[in-house]
């Protein structure tokens, strides 16, 4: 634990924080565009994760041209970035027409292209209203997920939809298997991925006829779990960047594959009671929980990292210290009574590492992130 | 709902953002400044609720001139914004020594002093550190709530405390009776009010002796709910302010008395499976939840708004219409099949009030505020 600190000190944490392992972050980017690449998809990461521009260039140097975003405001920061290529992977807000417009016409000027998602005839209408805007149109599928989209089996939706989008050729099937984050086993994602392949390939037949539809589809467990990717034309995961508890307790990645973690100081210590607080609260981590042991809710485990010879960090997750109650500010966490020993080690003052539960929505809560090497990494 | 839509839209939302009703928001700080006075106890509200420099005047205005924040960057905000009697009720991470020693400077230069809090002999001695330091010191105590604070009962470590401080007096004892949240009667709150006030006094007998301790305390539920708040020297609430659902549903506050609202626009119909999707999720809302009919876990409920001839605005809670699930940027809002002529009058493109469980989450994840006035409102 004090060597955690001490690492964490060293990279210049006195408050709370985010500690990217950037070695280990492209170490997950490169290994998502080789398998993309194997499989001949296009890989279109999804960057709602990081919503940071110097972490996307560590895609743009693995190969990456096209990304995904969900909301205008992201895709306007990353076109700010020099990102030229952009889907919005969220549905259509009409009243947001002003900025998407301006944004399209940007996007085309440098040789690229906006993407756009719609689910209902009453949005793709609001396309046909603007008949020159370049832009790229993908219909959501519900493929059985049941958040958003067409539902696979309403081809007559479909049709209006396509109907309404009037001069806007549809550029293909979106979809997102947001199932599989319940998934329990290898069996459970591979039944997703090929049920939601056939859902799309039925629709692409029945809607596109001809015309070949593009179909793209992106959940990290299915795409870092699937061996091969091929029958799709293109994949959109984001939360693999990093991954996080969620990811590590479906057995989707493993310890030294996470690659973003909450820097908490210690500030109260109670043995008396097991208890120990650190300044990392429901808005520095989140309010996202999972069920540990004995049933129990879990905002997050400590963890402990060391820098190896190579400068890459070894990691570890510590389930014996769950972080078991969250406020605004104060995060406690539980040590039972057999770590009493290891309890004993902590002082107020040091830095402990929280690894996150889902890492999309603790990063989004940070205003930058530190990296291993000490690097400041800017984020939206 | 058409009309809560154009309400919203006049004010000048196309995007999530959060309406904050002024006039409320005015009448809630005036209503608690008053009860204050009339206690005759030191009002030192809790800015953490709404982090703005707008709100903040609200305040001033009431005649307030001492603060509460829970951070240090929260302090340095306000700092930047006139603020000069700031108390960081939180536990002091020594780590931050530079900066809270730099706004202690800049503060007392001001006329004004810097609040610090500790529980810990370890913290203590760090102050011991900086003799020359113009600080306020409170001794955090718990008097039952078990987050942090020496435990009322064990009066060798305030000793020890009050020794580790070396030339720094103490200025009082600082409480949080956090439990107030969970109190399901007024007569519990009275309890809670009670035994917090006297296990606060037996403290202060045991450890100032001759010498007079201030005793503040600061809990919306019994801050707002109590009569008579006299027999302390500070109340400390925040989240009466803007008031929320937790409170809404505890039966601290009425209806009308919310100020504080999440603007969504309506993305998604599905009218085949009572679902509604609208741009608000878990970046928006925050993952605090309430536990709704049927034991279900309720994100916010949608609400009504409607100006009134006076220029106030009228409000409705729409128990009817529960958000049921949060991803990253969605929002999922249930429309039971009664409802379902009420949902046929919802269209793309519509805006829609969310009433949130927890304000201080939701106003923590927004970067501005617009106002039922049109005006745009700054936060850190």
């Not at 027409?97 to 440098?110: F, G």
């Not at 090929?194 to 959940?219: A, C, F, H, M």
Request: charged share 15%; glycine share 10%; aromatic share 8%.
């Amino acid at each position: 634990m004090k060597s955690t600190s001490q690492f964490l000190r060293q990279l210049g944490f006195t408050g709370p924080g985010v500690l990217v392992n950037e070695h280990q972050a492209r170490a997950n980017i490169r290994s998502m565009a080789e398998k993309a690449r194997r499989a001949g998809v296009t890989f279109r990461p999804h960057f709602k994760t990081h919503q940071s521009a110097d972490v996307g260039q560590w895609f743009a140097q693995e190969g990456v041209t096209a990304i995904t975003v969900s909301s205008v405001s992201m895709a306007e920061y990353f076109a700010c970035h020099g990102w030229r290529d952009i889907t919005i992977a969220f549905l259509l807000n009409p009243l947001q027409w002003p900025r998407i417009e301006s944004l399209a016409h940007k996007l085309a000027e440098q040789g690229g292209q906006l993407g756009l998602t719609v689910d209902s005839p009453a949005a793709a209408a609001t396309l046909a209203e603007r008949p020159e805007l370049p832009l790229r149109v993908w219909l959501k599928i519900d493929t059985g997920y049941g958040r958003t989209g067409v539902p696979w089996q309403n081809g007559v939706t479909m049709q209006e939809i396509v109907e309404a989008l009037g001069p806007h050729p549809l550029t293909g099937l979106l979809t997102h298997s947001g199932d599989s984050y319940q998934a329990s086993s290898l069996a459970d994602l591979n039944s997703i991925w090929i049920l939601t392949r056939q859902r799309l390939e039925t629709v692409s037949q029945n809607l596109g006829g001809e015309k070949q539809l593009s179909l793209s589809v992106g959940d990290t467990p299915c795409c870092h779990s699937i061996e091969d990717l091929s029958g799709v034309q293109e994949i959109r995961p984001g939360n693999f960047v990093f991954f996080d508890l969620m990811q590590w307790s479906q057995g989707v990645c493993q310890t030294q594959e996470l690659a973003a973690a909450a820097v908490c100081p210690v500030v109260g210590l109670y043995p008396e009671r097991g208890h120990m607080v650190v300044h990392g609260g429901a808005v520095h981590l989140s309010r996202e929980s999972l069920v540990g042991e004995k049933g129990k809710t879990v905002f997050g485990y400590l963890g402990t990292l060391s820098r190896r010879d190579d400068g890459s960090v070894s990691q570890q997750v510590l389930t014996d210290f769950p972080v078991v109650s969250l406020s605004q500010e104060h995060g406690t966490v539980e040590i039972s009574a057999q770590n009493q020993t290891i309890f004993e080690s902590f002082e107020i003052g040091d830095l402990v590492v929280v690894w996150p539960v889902h890492s999309c929505l603790t990063c989004d809560l940070s205003s930058e992130y530190i990296s291993e090497q000490g690097n400041v990494l800017t984020k939206k």
